[in-house]
């Protein structure tokens, strides 16, 4: 006979460590069954028909939604907990003022204790996944467990799960530890545990989002960013976008908005009518590992296969790509349905809800029929705007790096600034309104550094400075931007039209990259003047168009004032260069 191919190796016998570690895991937690996951078709087809039986999934209509479902989470359970979530270095420094610090052995105590026995009754799944190309040196592999099937299919649709990152393992010799469990869904019993210094995540109590599926946001961004830092890369909350102007030359943009501030939808946004000619291919949605390359500019790798994205607002006006793709193979979560039953959200422009987000008839005084956070898991080869440079192991060069948020004040549409330093400021003052992403209240204008308030694993002083030593290792540092696509009229109503018409703005900053397009030269950096954009078929008054290309000195000195008290909490540890950056900034306002 051949060799056996390793098909043939069963899985727990890949990998020692990862065995080891399942059987100290199973001690403790006392599963009544141990399931390693293979990642195949037929794994995942009999997940979703036990959820079936259990009545924890719902098929959808199969005519017009093949092969989609709905989940429902625990009412209580229904977005990330940044106020449960922990970093635990030995040092509380480390953790910087941007996170909640616990000492380790005091967050591994009180983890434990929870752990204690809670998979009896339940099966334990070991999931493998990579984070990134299989075949990528940028990859990195973890193993989460979990007693969650819901978790396994979301894992399954969101990483390259199964035996290939198993084997990826065995041969690294490394990997994230992540142990999950949903314990008892009770939020007094719910904490998101991370220990970046031991490469381990421990998350108890939800079974949602970010806070349960460890491969997304615990381990590719948390974990990842503190690893990135003394390896010499950047692990952020970006999408990567690549853009094809009619004379068909592709330019990569990353862009870092806040959670439900616009990435999916620009990743795949499709340009308006008067724009023939340009292309859009999605590389990522939501987290970009940013690599210098040995050429002297800066590699991205999209480290998830999938999207886990917003559904209100998805309609085929708004994202027409993200529209087609939800139409098969899709799991909805905290969605409503349709009396077809067919999945239903607010924004989405046709049908009516008849079952609410909670299985209730739909009645208008109880609320959106779909939890504002409610999302849709789908693999990125649906995407209309898929491109295979998604697989590229080296990654794709990224020729903009653009920061945003959604201000409906203050913030104009778009700014470029002076200096890869000054880039750093613009993004270390980004402020953004809070969104349904998260638990808590909607709507206030916080700090959201780099859209990575929630997800940087370690101090933001010791963070901007190790993005100041990246840009120095640049040979052809991309231009950096701010965008707003969210500024709003005194009656709350949009200024600028978003979506599709962003590409107009995308498209001017390629031309600044290129040296082909004029600007205003202002105090907080570089704006395009109306007639700077292409404006041909938009709809947009002149009188708002220079509303929103306008910078008002008054309220930018409050502005940065703030910013210099903000940045100020970081104390000794924060880089001079930066607070070089605020002085030149305010005497330019004067
Ligand atoms: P996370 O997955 O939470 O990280 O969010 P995201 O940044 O990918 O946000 P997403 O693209 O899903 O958008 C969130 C919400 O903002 C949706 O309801 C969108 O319809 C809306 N949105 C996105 N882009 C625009 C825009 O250009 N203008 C306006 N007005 N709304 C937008
Ligand atoms: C976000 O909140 O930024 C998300 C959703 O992308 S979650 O996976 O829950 O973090
Ligand atoms: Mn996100």
């Not at 008892?184 to 545990?193: A, C, Q, T």
């Not at 830092?229 to 068909?248: F, Y």
Request: glycine content about 8%; hydrophobic content about 40%.
């Amino acid at each position: 006979m051949a060799t056996a191919p390793n098909t043939f190796i069963p899985l727990p016998e890949l990998s020692k460590e990862v065995a080891e570690w399942v059987g100290s895991v199973a001690q403790l937690t006392q599963p009544h069954r141990i399931h390693w996951c293979d990642g195949s078709a037929a794994e995942m087809a009999q997940l979703r028909n036990e959820l079936i039986a259990k009545q924890e999934l719902q098929p959808l209509n199969a005519e017009s939604f093949p092969d989609c479902y709905l989940a429902r989470s625990h009412p209580s359970d229904v977005a990330r907990v940044e106020h449960l979530t922990f970093i635990c270095t030995s040092k509380q420094e480390d953790a910087g003022p941007n996170n909640i610090w616990m000492a380790p052995a005091e967050a591994h105590q009180k983890m434990d204790a929870l752990f204690q026995g809670c998979m009896q009754g339940r099966t334990l799944y070991v999931v493998p996944y990579c984070m990134g190309p299989i075949d990528s040196p940028y990859s990195r592999c973890g193993v989460e467990i979990t007693d969650s099937a819901y978790v396994v299919i979301n894992m399954g649709i969101m990483t390259r799960m199964g035996r290939p990152a198993l084997e990826r393992i065995a041969a690294d010799r490394t990997f994230i530890k992540g142990l999950h469990s949903i314990g008892e869904l009770n939020p007094d019993r719910r904490f998101i545990m991370h220990f970046p210094e031991e490469l381990s995540i421990k998350s108890f109590g939800s079974g949602y989002g970010g806070n349960a599926l460890l491969g997304k946001k615990c381990h590719a961004l948390r974990i990842a960013s503190y690893q990135a830092r003394t390896e010499g890369w950047l692990a952020e909350h970006m999408l990567i976008v690549g853009l094809q102007n009619p004379q068909g030359e592709t330019h990569y943009v990353a862009c870092a908005f806040p959670s439900a501030c616009g990435k999916t939808n620009l990743a795949m946004l499709i340009p308006p009518d008067s724009m023939p000619g340009w292309k859009v291919f999605t590389v990522g949605d939501d987290i970009a590992w940013l690599h210098p390359g040995p050429d002297g500019r800066l590699w991205a790798i999209n480290p998830e296969s999938g999207y886990f994205g917003v559904a209100p607002g998805t309609s085929p006006k708004t994202n027409r790509n993200a529209y087609e793709m939800i139409r098969k193979d899709t799991l909805f979560t905290n969605v409503a349905r349709t009396a077809n039953n067919e999945p239903w959200w607010e924004g989405i422009g046709a049908g009516e809800p008849s079952i609410d987000w909670l299985g209730r008839p739909y009645e208008a005084k109880n609320g959106p029929a779909a939890h504002p956070n409610s999302r849709f898991t789908v693999s990125a080869v649906h995407n209309p705007a898929y491109t295979p440079e998604a697989e590229n192991p080296r990654g794709v060069p990224i020729s903009a790096l653009v920061f945003g948020g959604r201000r409906r004040e203050l913030a104009p549409l778009v700014y470029e600034a002076r200096s890869w330093a000054h880039g750093v400021l613009v993004g270390a003052s980004v402020a953004s309104e809070t969104t349904a992403a998260a638990t808590g209240a909607v709507g206030v204008v916080r700090r959201d550094p780099m859209a990575m308030k929630p997800f940087c694993g370690y101090n933001f002083a010791d963070y901007w400075q190790h993005w100041l030593n990246v840009g120095a290792k640049l040979k052809s540092p991309p231009k950096m931007f701010h965008v707003n696509w969210f500024r709003q009229n005194a009656d709350g109503k949009f200024l600028w039209p978003g979506f599709g018409d962003n590409l107009r703005v995308l498209s001017w900053m390629l031309d600044r990259c290129a040296g082909r397009a004029q600007a205003q030269d202002t105090a907080i950096g570089y704006l395009p003047r109306p007639q700077d954009l292409n404006t041909t078929g938009l709809d947009i008054s002149a009188e708002n168009l220079n509303e929103i290309l306008s910078v008002k000195s008054d309220a930018w000195r409050k502005e940065v004032a703030d910013i210099r008290s903000y940045l100020g909490e970081y104390g000794a540890r924060l880089p001079a260069a930066l607070l070089a950056e605020v002085d030149s900034v305010e005497k330019r306002l004067g």
